[in-house]
């Protein structure tokens, strides 16, 4: 799934300006404030909306010239409760399932087996209107899965759960992605949880898009060691002076805990041997890791940057 330099206006607001980004395996975080355009990029991946420039391909075809094909293959659970109240959970999900051309019976079978699959087995006959939030959001996701679809978009599956309810349903998310086979795509404004289940995010800041790609490998940072040695803090600055006169910048976060920068891979070597002419018992040495958090807000202050 790709999107290349896509451009959408709403009238003469713009919302996406340029936006590309590519969508693999697994759980996909799609990040940004509230007004980013995260719903907007996933109507353009549903191919309800038209770009006005660009280009998107979702499983293979244009989802606006080939929509109802791409839509087959594709499950969404919009943001805002749109469910009938007075209309049983199973038969919700069944009149999506046969919306997407299973059989009746099939229908009604698959749409079972799926809710006892999201936690709703026995209240399945239960009007949706009777239906707690955290219940009703578990409706979204089984219509959202009930036919086996190969991609599926969530728009802020979590909103207004408490936070026994939002961990149950990161859970059921993690579960799609990584052991059902369903590619997801997670559109939310809330870090931790995109952290928590995801296996790579596209971040949106001022309609472009500031960040993507595999979350191992945006939180580590190829040119930063964290180095931990015995003897704490004098041991710690004493390293940063010697790493120092070998040319090498380091600074100390911690008794006996520093960052050393490493500008070419032939560094690790001089670390190495550093370490090992001082004498010091090393801790810990691996490569620096960042947060969501911290791409995140470094990644929108790049993308804020004049150019």
Same mark, same amino acid.
């Given at each position: 799934?790709?999107?290349?330099?896509?451009?959408?206006?709403?009238?003469?607001?713009?919302?996406?300006?340029?936006?590309?980004?590519?969508?693999?395996?697994?759980?996909?975080?799609?990040?940004?404030?509230?007004?980013?355009?995260?719903?907007?990029?996933?109507?353009?991946?549903?191919?309800?909306?038209?770009?006005?420039?660009?280009?998107?391909?979702?499983?293979?075809?244009?989802?606006?010239?080939?929509?109802?094909?791409?839509?087959?293959?594709?499950?969404?659970?919009?943001?805002?409760?749109?469910?009938?109240?007075?209309?049983?959970?199973?038969?919700?999900?069944?009149?999506?399932?046969?919306?997407?051309?299973?059989?009746?019976?099939?229908?009604?079978?698959?749409?079972?087996?799926?809710?006892?699959?999201?936690?709703?087995?026995?209240?399945?006959?239960?009007?949706?209107?009777?239906?707690?939030?955290?219940?009703?959001?578990?409706?979204?996701?089984?219509?959202?899965?009930?036919?086996?679809?190969?991609?599926?978009?969530?728009?802020?599956?979590?909103?207004?759960?408490?936070?026994?309810?939002?961990? #149950?349903? $990161?859970?059921?998310? /993690?579960?799609? +992605?990584? @052991? &059902?086979?369903?590619? %997801?795509?997670?559109?939310?404004?809330?870090?931790?949880?995109?952290?928590?289940?995801?296996?790579?995010?596209?971040?949106?800041?001022?309609?472009?898009?500031?960040?993507? #790609?595999? $979350?191992?490998?945006? /939180?580590?940072? +190829?040119? @930063? &060691?964290?180095?931990? %040695?015995?003897?704490?803090?004098?041991?710690?600055?004493?390293?940063?002076?010697?790493?120092?006169?070998?040319?090498?910048?380091?600074?100390?976060?911690?008794?006996?805990?520093?960052?050393?920068?490493?500008?070419?891979?032939?560094?690790?070597?001089?670390?190495?041997?550093?370490?090992?002419?001082?004498?010091?018992?090393?801790?810990?040495?691996?490569?620096?890791?960042?947060?969501?958090?911290?791409?995140?807000?470094?990644?929108?202050?790049?993308?804020?940057?004049?150019?």
């Amino acid at each position: 799934m790709r999107a290349d330099a896509v451009v959408k206006r709403w009238g003469t607001t713009p919302v996406l300006a340029g936006a590309s980004f590519t969508v693999g395996r697994g759980v996909t975080g799609l990040l940004g404030a509230n007004g980013a355009g995260k719903t907007t990029v996933l109507g353009l991946l549903l191919g309800l909306h038209r770009p006005d420039a660009g280009t998107v391909r979702v499983l293979g075809g244009d989802p606006w010239s080939s929509g109802p094909d791409v839509r087959a293959r594709i499950g969404y659970a919009p943001e805002y409760d749109a469910l009938p109240p007075d209309v049983a959970a199973a038969d919700v999900v069944r009149h999506i399932a046969e919306l997407h051309g299973l059989p009746r019976r099939e229908a009604t079978g698959r749409a079972s087996d799926t809710l006892w699959e999201v936690g709703l087995g026995e209240e399945r006959f239960r009007p949706v209107g009777t239906m707690s939030t955290g219940q009703r959001q578990r409706v979204k996701l089984a219509q959202a899965i009930v036919h086996d679809p190969d991609l599926v978009l969530l728009d802020e599956p979590t909103n207004g759960l408490d936070p026994a309810q939002r961990e #149950g349903m $990161l859970e059921l998310i /993690r579960h799609v +992605g990584h @052991e &059902l086979g369903m590619d %997801v795509i997670l559109s939310s404004h809330l870090l931790e949880e995109v952290e928590r289940v995801s296996d790579a995010v596209v971040i949106l800041d001022g309609g472009v898009v500031v960040a993507g #790609g595999a $979350l191992a490998e945006l /939180r580590t940072s +190829g040119d @930063e &060691l964290i180095v931990e %040695v015995d003897g704490g803090a004098e041991q710690s600055e004493r390293l940063v002076d010697e790493l120092a006169a070998t040319g090498i910048a380091a600074h100390t976060i911690g008794p006996g805990r520093l960052v050393v920068t490493i500008a070419e891979p032939t560094m690790l070597d001089v670390v190495r041997d550093t370490l090992a002419a001082a004498g010091m018992g090393v801790r810990r040495l691996q490569a620096r890791t960042a947060s969501l958090e911290e791409i995140y807000l470094e990644a929108a202050e790049r993308g804020r940057a004049p150019r």
